[in-house]
């Protein structure tokens, strides 16, 4: 009996058996002709996103629906592969395609747990899905992504199909492959990952919105705790290496930008420019570009800007707190909570959003957007320390739910600051050939969009003078011609009105100099050389430094910088006179190449004193920078005299009721522009002028920038002649009083006799005339 019932069972399984090889004959008869071609896997070109760059290889940005970087299984370091096969598929390089122990082992396991919890994917089914199938979960997609797997082993090494998953899987935050993760969750290259960082990485595969550690840091780290078990088991690390990574602090980049410098607004000016010219395919085809720009510069601008912004800001005090978010009457809200209450508060260039906790005259206790909850006293406290009386009402007075921004200090630990509302711009530029070192357009990129550099048009206040300056020289007017900086009255725009142009200090000083005047600022010394030599000849002068003649109507008002302009172009106009006469235009695209590396385009900028064209003669160029280095020497920037340099040159900037502040300034080989002001003008505040709220982000930039660099030297052009004048009165003389400047052609006849009429007294031949008029 027994062994009939032996019998019948093997003949049952021998029949079981026949039927599933024949059912699984048939499926692989039926299956097979339909796999795809593995093609894309031979000749891979996954879509790679515009990426541009600085000049010295400094990452600035990138373009596409996909954030990807392509790395070599060479390059990828074995910490990193070893995480990814303890991770996903330890026993990769054991089986075909197919893992039959995985699939034992899972099926035991999701028996056990009475459910679905543990697959038997491997890394080359990953990639048969990822290429060729859907997400469906069927048991036609199951069998066709195992045949596929099958197919893909015998076409392909094992190195090979690893590289193709390290680069082709999807890991959260738009990132596919390992490379492009770590840039963006850790801001380093892979191979400057350590043990603690791979782990996380490799953990993101199975769920990358479940584990990303940008969205959901806790479970990430459970994911990554489990990743390192894994590897510890199979021997990976050592017993010391596995308990210090289970240790160590993991710093992820919150704002999910893969950048290596900050130059945003860059970054989205070359996109334009190349979604202009390559349309849709820039997005995808792996091109790279190449600007202008210095990685070091932009960084030394990116600082001056920032703390430049945030010093007028914390000069006109604290204005409460940015808002209230309600934490019920009683008690403390979990993280998720405040988490969620945080979702819609950017991070603006490190002013970190918190909701206070507990707040006293004293300390102040606050959760901040990052997850950690600090605490702030002493010197962090200052500036908000009148909101924290107690018996202060006002809505913005500091308490339990107040969200407030936090900043960390030099010394360590965190203080309390806000958000600015006035904005800022920073250009510089290499004067010879217009190529833009460094380009900062607001306060944070994010926060806004508009390019304060390229779009905002601003009048220039003063800094607009020595163009006015300039045209005056080509009429005649020497360093030494006498103007009267005195009170003026001209008819108004109005009938009946008269327009009375003041000094900033709202003092005169008499008889001066022209070379003093434009040390001093003197708008009513401009007015009245503007007035020589007329508007229209002066509109007309201005367009050789590439302004527009239609934004600079022919009026008096022109002296004052009542025009408008960007900050662009006072960097072009500015570098003629640090070139010596030239125009040249401001670029940023240096180069442009395919994913291939063949070059597609090369910028081909004119070169002053090569092929570009001159503008304005050598000697005005020069007199003019003799001129606008005493500004700096001992004018209105005299400031900038702290960074110890000599051949520095340049004008303070400020309009009416300190609208817009501005400083422009230059040494032989570099020219750079700073402004301060509010997107809806309004003024900055009593006393806060270019030479206070513009010339010290000009004076950090270039402090940096020009660091261990030499002192230029500007050779006098021929056709200068260095002529001893009486600094009282402008005339010349053979011995003693000072060295100026002047064009070969002044005429040696007035060598005891007024350089010429003084302007605004006019037919004024004598010292004892001139009083007569003016006492």
């Not at 492009?180 to 850790?186: E, I, K």
């Not at 004067?431 to 990129?445: L, S």
């Not at 002001?677 to 402090?703: N, V």
């Amino acid at each position: 009996m027994t062994l009939r019932w032996w019998h019948y069972t093997s003949l049952v399984v021998l029949a079981g058996g026949l039927i599933v090889t024949a059912l699984i004959a048939l499926v692989v008869t039926l299956i097979y002709p339909q796999l795809p071609s593995l093609d894309i896997l031979t000749d891979y070109r996954p879509k790679i996103p515009l990426r541009i760059y600085t000049s010295d290889g400094a990452l600035i940005g990138e373009f596409g629906e996909e954030r990807r970087a392509v790395v070599k299984i060479k390059d990828v370091p074995p910490i990193m592969r070893q995480a990814i096969l303890a991770a996903e598929d330890d026993r990769f390089y054991q089986h075909g395609g197919v893992d039959y122990v995985g699939v034992a082992r899972a099926a035991l396991a999701n028996l056990t747990a009475g459910g679905a919890r543990e697959g038997a994917s491997t890394i080359t089914m990953q990639v048969a899905r990822n290429f060729f199938l859907s997400s469906e979960k069927t048991l036609t997609r199951k069998i066709s992504e195992a045949m596929l797997a099958m197919k893909i082993e015998h076409s392909l090494s094992k190195d090979q199909i690893l590289e193709l998953y390290i680069n082709q899987i999807y890991l959260g935050q738009r990132a596919y492959g390992f490379a492009s993760a770590s840039q963006l969750y850790f801001g380093k290259p892979l191979a400057q990952i350590n043990i603690a960082e791979a782990a996380m990485l490799a953990g993101l595969p199975k769920a990358p919105s479940r584990y990303n550690p940008v969205v959901n840091p806790k479970r990430a780290k459970l994911r990554q705790q489990y990743v390192l078990r894994r590897m510890h088991e199979l021997h990976y690390i050592k017993d010391s290496e596995f308990q210090a990574a289970l240790q160590q602090p993991l710093h992820v980049h919150h704002d999910s930008q893969v950048a290596e410098v900050n130059a945003d607004y860059v970054a989205e000016l070359v996109r334009q420019s190349l979604f202009e010219r390559y349309q849709d395919q820039i997005y995808s085809s792996g091109i790279k570009v190449y600007t202008t720009l210095r990685r070091a510069d932009q960084e030394a601008a990116n600082f001056a800007l920032r703390q430049g912004v945030l010093d007028y800001d914390r000069r006109h005090g604290y204005r409460g707190a940015e808002g209230f978010i309600d934490l019920q009457h009683s008690g403390s809200l979990p993280d998720d909570a405040l988490e969620s209450a945080l979702d819609d508060v950017d991070q603006v260039d490190g002013l970190i959003p918190a909701v206070v906790l507990e707040a006293s005259p004293k300390k102040i206790s606050a959760y901040s957007k990052n997850g950690e909850t600090v605490e702030i006293s002493g010197e962090g406290l200052q500036f908000a320390q009148k909101f924290l009386a107690p018996n202060s009402v006002a809505k913005t007075h500091l308490r339990r739910g107040s969200l407030i921004r936090i900043m960390s200090r030099d010394k360590g630990g965190w203080k309390i600051s806000q958000l600015p509302q006035a904005e800022a711009a920073f250009v510089s530029a290499d004067p010879h050939d217009g190529a833009i070192r460094a380009m900062v357009g607001g306060f944070d990129f994010n926060h806004s969009k508009f390019n304060h550099v390229t779009q905002a048009w601003r009048q220039p206040g003063s800094s607009f003078k020595p163009f006015i300056y300039s045209a005056a020289l080509e009429k005649g007017f020497t360093p030494a011609t006498i103007i009267n900086d005195a009170p003026l009255s001209l008819p108004g725009a109005n009938a009946g009105e008269a327009w009375e142009p003041k000094n900033y200090d709202g003092k005169t000083e008499g008889p001066m100099r022209l070379r003093t005047a434009l040390t001093k600022s003197k708008n009513l010394v401009s007015v009245r050389i503007l007035q020589s030599i007329t508007p229209e000849y002066a509109q007309d002068y201005i367009t050789r430094f590439g302004f527009s003649a239609d934004r600079h109507p022919a009026y008096l008002t022109m002296a004052l910088g009542a025009g408008s302009v960007t900050p662009m172009q006072m960097v072009a106009g500015y570098s003629i006179f640090a070139n010596g006469g030239y125009r040249v235009q401001p670029y940023f695209i240096d180069r442009i190449v395919d994913g291939r590396g063949a070059l597609l385009a090369q910028a081909k900028p004119v070169r002053a004193g090569v092929s570009a064209e001159r503008t304005i003669d050598a000697r005005n160029a020069f007199i003019m920078t003799t001129l606008m280095q005493d500004v700096v020497r001992h004018g209105t920037a005299i400031k900038a005299m702290q960074l110890g340099r000599h051949d520095l040159a340049g004008k303070t900037g400020t309009t009416n009721d300190q609208v817009d502040a501005w400083f422009c300034g230059f040494n032989a080989n570099l020219v750079a522009v700073s402004w301060i002001g509010y997107d809806r003008p309004r003024s900055l505040g009593a006393g806060e002028t270019g030479g206070q709220a513009a010339l010290p982000i000009w004076m950090s930039y270039m402090g940096k920038a020009l660091k261990n660099v030499p002192e230029s030297q500007y050779a006098i052009p021929d056709g200068v002649s260095v002529i001893n004048i009486n600094p009282e009165n402008g005339l010349r003389v053979s011995d003693g009083g000072i060295p100026e400047y002047f064009y070969q052609e002044f005429p040696p006849a007035t060598q005891n006799q007024w350089t010429d009429d003084v302007i605004g007294l006019p037919g004024a031949k004598s010292p004892d005339e001139i009083k007569d008029q003016l006492f």
